[in-house]
């Protein structure tokens, strides 16, 4: 796979809080291929498709720029590491007390 040049007009993400928090419901707003990191599936299987809704497990960081959000996507049993701009916010406050 051809790998991707950083745009320099990218802001540096972790300047700000994470745009996500763990627990919130998200939804992809991009397919996800397998890119060779994902154990027990072939290089260039679909991992996610857009649409797909899962849970925001944990938060982490890479490169020293992007928080990447460890998404549950717990219909297809598999977790998925995602960016920001990949998710959009389903619902908020799906874990708290009724």
Same mark, same amino acid.
């Given at each position: 796979?051809?790998?991707?040049?950083?745009?320099?007009? *990218?802001?540096?993400?972790? *300047?700000?809080?994470?745009?996500?928090?763990?627990?919130?419901?998200?939804?992809?707003?991009?397919?996800?291929?397998?890119?060779?990191?994902?154990?027990?599936?072939?290089?260039?299987?679909?991992?996610?498709r857009?649409?797909?809704?899962?849970?925001?497990?944990?938060?982490?960081?890479?490169?020293?720029?992007?928080?990447?959000y460890?998404?549950?996507?717990?219909?297809?049993?598999?977790?998925?590491?995602?960016?920001?701009? *990949?998710? *959009?916010?389903?619902?908020?406050?799906?874990?708290?007390?009724?």
């Amino acid at each position: 796979m051809r790998e991707r040049a950083r745009d320099p007009n *990218e802001p540096i993400e972790l *300047e700000d809080r994470p745009a996500f928090e763990e627990g919130q419901k998200v939804r992809a707003l991009r397919d996800v291929r397998n890119d060779g990191t994902y154990p027990g599936r072939s290089m260039g299987d679909f991992l996610i498709r857009t649409g797909d809704i899962g849970y925001v497990k944990s938060i982490g960081t890479y490169l020293q720029m992007y928080y990447i959000y460890g998404v549950d996507f717990y219909e297809k049993r598999i977790i998925v590491g995602m960016r920001a701009k *990949e998710l *959009e916010l389903v619902d908020a406050r799906c874990n708290d007390p009724q």
